[in-house]
């Protein structure tokens, strides 16, 4: 609603900059100034004792939803969100407890998905309410070192099911910034808090942060979101926060989702070789590309990326070999430019590994066969041959390198023992050929 987003953005006018060295430079000027002025660090606040449980909660829910008076509810929400001390004061199990470790966020998970489940079945103007709390908490809570209980904050405000609304993405750029911007080592802290979430809310989780990158990237409306030229943090701060997610999954036991299903389908229509040049130039500075987060990025997209790279190799190594020759005055000889072969028909496996293994140097240049004793000119189509009857021969049954599997209708390595595995790096280099030369006549190793 017009009316959601002028208040959220009306609030959002205060909010301060934030980048990963702010504490840093705090600390390097405290650490300067002489013993006599310096005060000690104030120890962390008392968290206040609340007592609400999760049947208390839910039994003033249904009487609210039954009495119409939502009096008792609306001011729990006040309360709770007002800042991090009162959100640890309603979700930690043990209002002083110390809980710093990677094995127990020491958070009632129970009443979290409670409190939040109810929310948005509240009336609008409670969970504007719990929008404003969680505006302050972040106007006041962006400065100083971390404690755990401040990460304890992130992470139960990062599961506000509120977020999946474009009118509260101004609020939610702005707490994936503050979580972005942690230290590697909070990072590793939520990261297995992370990977505690059930499977549902783990993935829901993991599709509002998709859903918001496509959004910003993509917005519906023009008028929908603030420019982008004024909240360009906004991606690199929800990639980052993905990919500590992303991280949870991997280091899960077994993983919670598929990696596929950390793909954006939506980065297939953006320009993404200008992101792959943007990492190439940059690499993993402050510069943000996408390529900096793989796991982001679907299968057409790296494999757009690694033909596109790999021209380009083969173009640079051609000319290279061409200046090389053309610096020492030597005759230039076109077929400097090409990967030539040569291979007999009833030798065809081993010719094509001796070839390949003696010009290993020249494996990113363009392939061009030769079939002794056949006359013909490779445009193409004796390329396409060779691959065609090298993969039957590696494939066939009677070969032994690999077995068909009916149930999968895939090949898989075979069980034979051999002392030389030439044979299946021939494979593998023919695969990364194949994808050079972008023939499509081979079937899908």
Known sequence: KKEDITFIESTQKELPPICSDVRQKQRLSIDTLPP????????????????????????????????????EVRGFYLTTFDSFIEINAAFKREANGLFNTIEDSGVNTKFVNAVYDALLNTPQDIQKSVLKGIINSLLREWKGPRTKDDLRAYFILVQNPQYSSTSTYVIYAHLLRQIAALSEADHHFLVHWFKKLSA???????????????????????????????????????????????????????????????????????????????????????????????????????????????EQQMISQARQSLVSKVSRRQRVDMNLLFLNIKVRRAQLLSDSLDELT?????????????????????????????????????????????TYMKDSRCHWFSSWKCDNYSEFQLVGTVSFMKNNNKHQGMCKL
């Open 200 to 310: 549902r809310r783990f993935r829901q989780l993991v599709e509002r942060l998709l859903q918001f990158i496509s959004t910003r990237l993509f917005p519906a409306e023009p008028d929908e979101l603030p420019p982008l030229s004024k909240c360009a943090w906004w991606i690199p701060s929800a990639t980052k926060v993905l990919s500590l997610f992303n991280a949870a999954n991997s280091v899960s036991s077994a993983p919670i989702m598929s990696f596929t299903d950390f793909y954006n389908i939506t980065l297939e229509h953006i320009d993404f070789m200008e992101d792959y040049r943007t990492w190439q130039n940059y690499g993993n500075s402050n510069r943000f590309s996408f390529c900096q987060f793989p796991f982001i990025l679907s299968t057409v997209v790296k494999k757009a990326i690694i033909q596109k790279d790999s």
């Open 36 to 71: 006599e002025v310096k005060a000690p660090f104030p120890s962390d606040p008392i968290i206040p004792l609340r007592t609400k449980t999760t049947k208390e909660f839910q039994e003033d829910m249904e009487r609210a939803l039954q009495s119409g008076d939502w009096r």
């Open 358 to 402: 003696r010009k290993r140097c020249d494996l990113k240049k363009k392939l061009r066969v030769t079939f002794v004793g056949e006359a013909g000119l490779d445009m193409g189509g004796l390329t396409k041959e060779w691959f065609l009857l090298l993969v039957r021969q590696i494939f066939h049954t009677d070969y032994g390198m690999f």
